[in-house]
């Protein structure tokens, strides 16, 4: 059997005078114009590859927002690619840092309307892609903050523990889950991180923690010693995050998460449906993405990703 390409990419957008316009690559080599991506290396996971790739080609330092599907194509070799894509809103202080030069791969960057882009991409799928992006602008909530919801990694079990249940530690599973979560959610540029006090969570955010420089949060209001005794906070912790409208990791327990992803859909004017609900069902060191309005609170939830652990 074939193995596929896997490759990762976004559609970069910003404001120009009032108007939304996204990015486009202009290949040297293939004489075409593409939305930027590229393949995924050894032991990376795909939000890592996308930002790594819109780095590379584009000098533009970003950071992911909303998932806008998946391209699937054959290759002349046979073998299918299969590319990931988000939106990533880009900073005038990024456009201003880029460093890009045309070179061997990259002829020109430009900055266009929705509707021009549609007309100058070479490939369907590219096109497909920015389809789904121009939804989102014609619902105005192109802008968009993430709640990152970590459940925290394998863990010793409840019945090989002699000590408190709130100190079980993780197993080196766990460790290596928490190792390639840093690595991953830093994607998204989280600013701010929320933990259970329990020894799992602590353990599983503090490679990330370490990662960004950010003082992690220790928040009794969702840890399972509280849920279990019904006396959790989770209306509180959660409706403090949506209010901020920053980016924000919230690492708890497989019990206590429905209830954190249920907080969120009822902060935002969401119903709950079945999609909602399966964002909670999380196996260890598994995470979701909430993706927010930044700008219209009651617009509800506008997207939810969720990611297997990478170990």
């Given amino acids: 059997m074939t193995t596929a390409i896997y490759a990762a990419g976004a559609v970069c957008w910003r404001l120009i005078d009032g ?27 795909l939000p890592r590859t996308a930002v790594r790739e819109i780095a590379e080609e584009t000098g533009l330092e970003v950071s992911l927002g909303v998932p806008l599907g998946v391209s699937r194509y054959p290759l002349p070799s046979g073998r299918e690619k299969i590319v990931h894509y988000w939106a990533a809103e880009v900073s005038e ?12 791969e990259i002829a020109a960057l430009e900055w266009v309307t ?16 920015l389809d789904n992006f121009a939804k989102l602008v014609d619902q105005g909530v192109t802008s968009t903050f993430p709640l990152m919801l970590v459940r925290h990694g394998k863990a010793i079990g409840r019945s090989g523990w002699k000590g408190p249940d709130a100190a079980r530690p993780l197993v080196q599973r766990g460790v290596q889950q928490a190792a390639g979560l840093a690595d991953t959610l830093t994607a998204w540029a989280p600013r701010r991180i929320v ?16 990662a960004t420089g950010i003082d992690m949060k220790r928040d009794v209001g969702i840890s399972q010693d509280a849920w279990e005794s019904g006396h959790d ?12 409208g920053k980016s924000a990791v919230i690492c708890s327990h497989g019990p206590v998460l429905p209830d954190i992803v249920r907080e969120i ?41 969720t990611h297997a652990p990478r170990a």
Avoid at 114 to 129: Q, T
Avoid at 195 to 210: D, F, I
Avoid at 270 to 295: I, K, W
């Fill in 93 to 104: 202080k990024a456009v201003q840092r880029s460093t890009f030069k045309p070179n061997a």
């Fill in 19 to 45: 108007k939304v316009h996204v990015l486009v690559v202009h290949r040297t080599v293939y004489g075409d114009v593409t939305i930027p991506k590229g393949k995924v290396d050894p032991g990376e996971s």
């Fill in 114 to 129: 929705v509707k021009r882009a549609r007309g100058y991409l070479s490939y369907e799928p590219d096109v497909e892609i």
């Fill in 233 to 244: 906070e989770v209306r509180r912790v959660v409706g403090k995050r949506v209010r901020a």
């Fill in 265 to 305: 859909a009822l902060a935002t004017g969401t119903p709950l449906g079945s999609y909602v609900t399966d964002a909670a069902g999380l196996e260890a060191g598994a995470f979701s993405v909430v993706h927010l309005s930044a700008t219209n609170s009651g617009s509800g939830i506008i997207a939810i990703e």
């Fill in 195 to 210: 933990s259970s006090p329990a020894v799992r969570c602590v353990t599983t955010v503090a490679p990330l923690a370490a």
